[in-house]
């Protein structure tokens, strides 16, 4: 009989023990369950935007890419197109005796700017000039020296008048004139005759041209 109580009253204190330990671990629980939250919902949308459209910009930046290294590998190929060309006709003008170096470019340059030039010259027509000029001289004004550069388009008029006024109208009448733009009264002075020499300079427009 002893042995028989002092077992229930183990077995009494075990399910006591369990117990206790029960209601003792029950503070700690935690509850892991899901819960709708509105601000967590609105971030997850801003976040799953922001992601798919850095996806979007990082796509859009390889297919730019891959096109601009297409357009790149086009622009080599028909650079090396050129220069096997030019290789060619360099050839080819040894072959016949002409000479296509820097050099002779820039003396050829040159060559075509004096024809140019000549060709300016062989048109001027110095009657239609004169009779131009004649036009913008007032009375008291005399002239004593014309001369064209080499282009025939800046002319340098050197002359005598009785005062500065009358120099004050040619000028003005070559401005007023069609063929006649910008004069310009470089010096004057009082020679010692007391008529006032003076330098004017003026652009030529050649009829025609």
């Keep these: 009989m002893a042995v028989k109580s ?11 023990l369990v117990r206790s330990m029960r ?24 976040l799953i935007s922001g992601s798919v459209g850095l996806l979007l910009s990082i796509g859009w930046n390889l297919w730019q890419g891959i096109l601009v290294y297409e357009e790149t590998q086009i622009i080599e190929a028909e650079l090396e197109r050129v220069r096997q060309l030019d290789q060619v006709v360099m050839a080819e003008a040894r072959n016949e005796g002409i000479d296509l170096s820097e050099r002779a470019l820039k003396q050829l340059s040159s060559e075509v700017d004096l024809a140019n030039q000549l060709l300016e010259k062989r048109t001027f027509s110095w009657t239609t000039f004169l009779a131009e000029l004649e036009q913008t001289i007032p009375p008291r004004l005399a002239l004593t020296s014309v001369r064209l550069d080499q282009t025939g388009k800046t002319v340098q008029l050197a002359g005598t008048a009785m005062s500065l006024e009358d120099i004050t109208v040619f000028t003005v009448g070559l401005q007023n004139h069609a063929m006649f733009t910008d004069p310009v009264l470089a010096q004057h002075r009082v020679g010692s005759s007391g008529m006032v020499e003076f330098d004017v300079t003026v652009q030529y427009r050649q009829p025609g041209v």
């Design 6 to 16: 002092l077992w229930n009253r183990r077995a009494a204190e075990l399910v006591t």
């Design 23 to 46: 209601r003792t671990g029950s503070q700690f629980e935690i509850n892991l369950s899901s819960r709708y939250r509105v601000a967590i919902a609105s971030y997850r949308t801003w």
